[in-house]
């Protein structure tokens, strides 16, 4: 699942099937985490440009982008809920 949503997000069309798993983690320069750079910081910033490249809106990117570094560690994952798939508007057709 590591990266995977990456992947996920370059489709056009975004669906899921019933039961799917979507999995969110910080990633890790191998000594320090993701959070533990502050906002603003440019290790940051390709993440988000890329979700923007994407498509989403910059607040939409900086918002899920700072959610997926909190949501779990590097060595953790974890498994979005139904409503925060929704909230960060990761499925494009309902």
């Keep these: 699942a590591s ?3 990456d992947f996920f997000l370059a489709g056009t069309e975004r669906s899921r099937e ?3 798993k ?3 983690h910080a990633w890790s320069d191998g000594k320090k ?3 533990d750079f502050p906002r603003g910081h440019k290790f940051h910033q390709p993440y988000i440009k890329y979700y923007i490249d994407m498509g ?3 607040k ?3 918002d899920f982008y700072f959610f997926t570094i909190n949501a779990a ?3 953790n994952i ?3 809920t139904n409503r925060e798939i929704k909230q960060y508007k990761l499925i494009t057709n309902n």
């Design 3 to 5: 990266g995977a949503v």
């Design 73 to 75: 560690s590097s060595s």
């Design 60 to 62: 939409d990117a900086n």
């Design 22 to 24: 979507i999995g969110v």
């Design 78 to 80: 974890h498994w979005m």
């Design 18 to 20: 019933e039961g799917s």
């Design 33 to 35: 985490e993701a959070s």
């Design 56 to 58: 989403f809106p910059q």
